[in-house]
Structures are given as structure tokens and as C-alpha cells.
């Protein structure tokens, strides 16, 4: 069995270790965080380096998961480090569902009791959050984070480096642009622009992120 680094200390990578460890697949895991000097040794797993490790002197590690919040960083370092040779699994947490049909992209995780129905297409770098669901014939960009306890319905489209916020609900055949973020709660009944942030029940256009 290989052992698996994982890319960031905070919370969601904790939760993320939780993840990769139910699945019995890696004998260990270990961090990779700038901070690893301060947290080394106030986690129950190892942080073994800072986001720099030297790919030609790594011996140990062949797989890898970026747990970072912010989409753009996550996507980055995720290019960044298959770049380098490390292999980026889909990460599917013991209790979560995910359809024989449905396809992930390199290096996203699906976190317990989410689910992910059939012929869904997940991009690179997403997160299925905890007790999230993703419907049937739904096509998720990259580096997307589909929030604890948010529902997609079937055939929703959502752009790269969205976020749909907790708890918020989108009905079938919508189409999410790229870069909006969707407030926790929210419930969506109609098509969202590029890059903005909306919120409400029904949501509406809060402001405009660029």
C-alpha cells in the first residue's frame, strides 16, 4: 500500500484525512502546510514538509489530495504537483454514494453521505461536500465546491470555481455560470450569470464579484 499526502492542515483537511483513511486504500497519511513547523505534532497525523517538497527526493509518497478551500489555489496546486509526477485520485469517502456512471476528475473528493447520481460529470479539483447531492446528468466545472448539505437537481450545470453555499437547493436544469457564489440557504429558480454572488429565497443578484 502507498501512503498519501495531503495538501493543506486546516479543517478541511482533517476531514479530508478522515476520508482517505475510511477508504483502506493508503497504508498513512501525511500534510503538506507552510505552517508545518507550528503544527507538526497538534494533529493525529504527521505534517511532513511545507508546499515545496522536492519531488526528486521523495521517496515515499506517489498520490496526492489538495485540501484547500479556495478553488483557483486548489486548481493550481493540483496542476502543479501532477506536473510533477504525483498521481491525484478521486477521494470517495466510505458512506458516500457515487454512481457507476457518474465521472470524476483528477484529484476531487466526495465526502460522507453525499452522492453523486447517474451520468454525472464532476470536474478536476471539486468538492462534494458532506451530505451534498449531485443529480442525475448534472456537468460540474473545475475546482467547484458543492457546500455541506447542498442539493443540485438533475441537469444542472455549474461553471469552474463556483460555490453553492450550505444547505442551498438549485431545481433541475439550471445553468451556473463560472466564479458565482451562491449563499447558504439560497434556493435557485433561475439561470446565474458569471461571476456573481446571490443569495435568497428565491435568489437574487447580491453584487457583482469583478
Request: charged share 20%.
Amino acid at each position: 500500500m502507498s501512503k498519501l499526502l495531503i495538501i493543506g492542515a486546516g479543517g478541511h483537511g482533517k476531514v479530508v484525512a478522515d476520508a482517505a483513511m475510511s477508504m483502506k486504500r493508503w497504508e498513512a497519511v501525511a500534510f503538506l502546510d507552510d505552517r508545518y513547523r507550528e503544527l507538526d505534532g497538534s494533529l493525529p497525523w504527521p505534517v511532513v514538509g511545507n508546499l515545496e517538497l522536492d519531488v526528486k527526493n521523495n521517496k515515499e509518497y506517489t498520490d496526492f489530495v489538495v485540501a484547500i478551500g479556495e478553488g483557483s489555489k486548489r486548481l493550481e496546486i493540483l496542476d502543479r504537483y501532477i506536473s510533477q509526477g504525483f498521481n491525484a485520485p478521486v477521494l470517495i469517502q466510505t458512506g458516500a454514494w457515487v454512481s457507476p456512471s457518474a465521472r470524476l476528475g483528477a484529484g476531487s473528493v466526495v465526502l460522507a453521505q453525499a452522492a453523486v447520481n447517474a451520468t454525472a460529470q464532476i470536474g478536476r479539483g471539486c468538492i462534494i461536500n458532506t451530505a451534498a447531492t449531485v443529480d442525475h446528468d448534472c456537468r460540474i466545472g473545475n475546482g467547484v465546491h458543492i457546500c455541506p448539505g447542498a442539493h443540485l437537481g438533475g441537469e444542472v450545470t455549474v461553471g469552474d470555481l463556483s460555490w453553492i453555499g450550505i444547505g442551498a437547493s438549485v431545481i433541475q436544469q439550471i445553468k451556473i455560470g463560472e466564479g458565482v457564489t451562491i449563499g447558504a440557504g439560497s434556493v435557485v429558480l433561475s439561470d446565474v450569470k458569471d461571476n456573481l454572488t446571490v443569495g435568497g429565497t428565491p435568489a437574487r443578484v447580491i453584487q457583482h464579484d469583478v
